[in-house]
């Protein structure tokens, strides 16, 4: 499976940050696969901000909820992540992976997939 993200490098604060993850190899309807966002700010450590379940179903970090939406275009095998309301605090790296467990972990564990990441910059 290889997952591909893209989108705009750089993002005005207020604006909405918009990412998609292209994936090949696999489909996102397989059953008890997790579409999952994480993050990496300069300098500082890996964030889980949600997911996007083989069911549709979603869940959220608690403390991105309020400002998080991901989807999912089945049609072309690609799930997306919208970031409202972005500060310079939103600056990541961000990554989309496939899990094959249900875990809020950051870290990479077995099983995984990721992308190789892009850098979102927030900046006016």
């Known amino acids: 499976v290889q997952l591909q993200e893209s989108g705009p490098g750089l993002v005005k604060p207020s604006q909405t940050l918009s990412l998609t993850c292209t994936v090949s190899g696999g489909s996102i309807t397989t059953n008890s696969y997790y579409w999952t966002w994480i993050r990496q700010p300069p300098g500082k450590g890996l964030e889980w901000i949600g997911y996007i379940a083989y069911s549709g179903s979603t869940y959220y970090n608690p403390s991105l909820k309020s400002r998080t939406s991901i989807s999912r275009d089945t049609s072309n095998n690609q799930f997306s992540l919208q970031l409202s309301s972005v500060t310079p605090e939103d600056t990541a790296v961000y990554y989309c992976?496939?899990?094959?467990?249900?875990?809020?972990?950051?870290?990479?564990?077995?099983?995984?997939?990721w992308g190789k990441g892009t850098l979102v910059t927030v900046s006016s």
């Open positions: 992976a496939l899990r094959t467990v249900r875990t809020t972990s950051p870290g990479r564990i077995r099983g995984d997939y």
